[in-house]
Structures are given as structure tokens and as C-alpha cells.
């Protein structure tokens, strides 16, 4: 079955940096974009980046372009989220995900993984 395990999340204070990962098993990976997600506390979903399955297009949501850098590694079914200059406002929950079906849709998320950024 498909699976997409997140890590990485932990708590980092403002100007700081993480790296997601996104393991994954149960399809092809070299096959499929995979897309980063997000919600912050309150608020709906928000598209942050996606990766070709090649790794060679990538493309990345307004509030994150600059600072975030998505990545694979197709040898070990990994994507990955490098995240510097965080802000406070990239608190979340982040999610990998397969599949989209409509407007911030999938139909294959990981478990989501908590980043809190500190003032």
C-alpha cells in the first residue's frame, strides 16, 4: 500500500533552519510529483511546492519561494524540504502528499509533521 512518512519537524527559532523528509513505499517514485503541504493552526491548507519525478522542475508557493528548496533523491523513494529564514508564520503541520484530485486534494498524506518557529 502507499505510504508517505514525514520527519524532520521539531521547534526552531526565527531565522533558523529544517530539512523534511518525506519516505515513501508502495508505488513507483520516479513516477510521481509529490507536493508539500501545510496548514497553521486555524487556518486551511496552503500548496507549498511540488517536485517532478525527475527532480528537474520544481515549484514553489509565494510565501515560501526564496527560502524553501524541495528535493528527491529517487534511489531512496525521498523527497525532501530544506526550510531556511524561517519565520513564525511557517508554524504548521506539514504534510507530503500524491495524487491530487481537486484544489489542495490527494489522494495519498503522510502523517504531517510539526514545525513551530519561535519570535
Known amino acids: 500500500q502507499v505510504q508517505l512518512v514525514e520527519s524532520g519537524g521539531g521547534t526552531v527559532q526565527s531565522g533558523g533552519s529544517l530539512r523534511l523528509s518525506c519516505v515513501t513505499s508502495?508505488?513507483?517514485?520516479?513516477?510521481?510529483?509529490i507536493s508539500w503541504v501545510r496548514q497553521a493552526p486555524g487556518k486551511g491548507l496552503e500548496w507549498i511546492s511540488d517536485?517532478?519525478?525527475?527532480?528537474?522542475?520544481?515549484f514553489y508557493g509565494d510565501s515560501v519561494k526564496g527560502r524553501f528548496t524541495v528535493s528527491r533523491d529517487n534511489a531512496k523513494n525521498t523527497v525532501y524540504l530544506q526550510m531556511n529564514g524561517l519565520k513564525p508564520e511557517d508554524t504548521a503541520v506539514y504534510y507530503c502528499a500524491k495524487d491530487p484530485t481537486s484544489h489542495l486534494q490527494y489522494a495519498y498524506w503522510g502523517q504531517g509533521t510539526q514545525v513551530t518557529v519561535s519570535s
Open positions: 517536485i517532478n519525478p525527475s527532480g528537474g522542475r520544481t
Open positions: 508502495g508505488f513507483t517514485f520516479s513516477e510521481y510529483t
